[in-house]
């Protein structure tokens, strides 16, 4: 049974300031993880993957991937307002595409203005 | 990302009725469609996941018989929740694919609307 591990929350970060979201995993041979951003009462969208260790960076975002560890995390620079939702951390099936997805139950993230 | 379309988007009904929701692929075809659904302050939780032509693969917990799905073409796939009841009060969301069994590297999976639905 694979979990996907997040701290719920709510994070609370200073608009401008650099917010952190970390996720653990307990299925070692995951090999791709997703970033979802779900707002309230909508459904989640997709705003980063990543596959190899290390970061990858897109825009304000930032994620990293520690395979060894089993440890994702998603960085978000500058942070806004609009930044403010549930961020979940996904992992999917292995062997590709025969199931869907597992959650994290999602980490609140507060931006303050 | 992919365009997906769900609807109704929301829905509210008496206890013992039958719902069903639509959900489309608008530019792709989807030979495979997750549905989850969410209660409130919760994850996403897989319900059950269908290939286009074929009978659905329920997750364990999830009533075969009370969420009937049919992938009958690649674009579209329905969900019916029957005799529904105030627990079945959630936010049901699909995610087409356009991936089949065996395939290779797993692809994003993107996400339509989202139907919430609250049974009286």
């Known amino acids: 049974q694979k979990e996907v591990e997040q701290n719920s929350g709510p994070l609370s970060v200073p608009e401008g300031a650099i917010a952190s979201l970390n996720c653990t995993y307990s299925d070692r041979v995951s090999q791709s993880f997703f970033w979802y951003r779900q707002y309230s009462g909508k459904s989640p969208e997709l705003i980063m993957s990543?596959?190899?260790?290390g970061d990858k960076e897109d825009g304000r975002f930032t994620a990293q991937l520690n395979k060894a560890s089993q440890y994702v995390s998603l960085l978000i620079r500058d942070s806004q307002p609009s930044d403010s939702a549930t961020y979940l951390c996904?992992?999917?099936?292995?062997?590709?595409?025969?199931?869907?997805?597992?959650f994290g139950k999602g980490t609140h993230l507060i931006i303050q203005p | 990302g992919a365009v997906v379309s769900q609807h109704p988007s929301r829905v509210i009904c008496k206890s013992g009725t039958s719902v069903k929701i639509e959900c489309r692929s608008l530019d792709f075809q989807a030979t495979t469609m997750f549905w989850y659904r969410q209660f409130p302050k919760k994850s996403l939780m897989l319900m059950a996941t269908?290939?286009?032509?074929?009978?659905?693969?329920?997750e364990q917990g999830v009533e075969k018989d009370k969420f009937l799905i049919n992938h009958a073409s690649l674009t579209l796939s329905t969900l019916t929740v029957t005799s529904a009841h105030p627990e079945d009060s959630s936010f049901y969301i699909c995610?087409?694919?356009?991936?089949?069994?065996?395939?290779?590297?797993?692809?994003?999976?993107?996400f339509g609307p989202g139907t919430r639905l609250t049974v009286l």
């Open positions: 990543i596959y190899s260790n």
């Open positions: 995610s087409p694919s356009p991936q089949g069994r065996g395939r290779g590297s797993y692809n994003e999976q993107f």
């Open positions: 996904a992992v999917p099936p292995l062997r590709g595409g025969a199931d869907g997805l597992t």
């Open positions: 269908s290939n286009e032509g074929s009978k659905a693969t329920y």
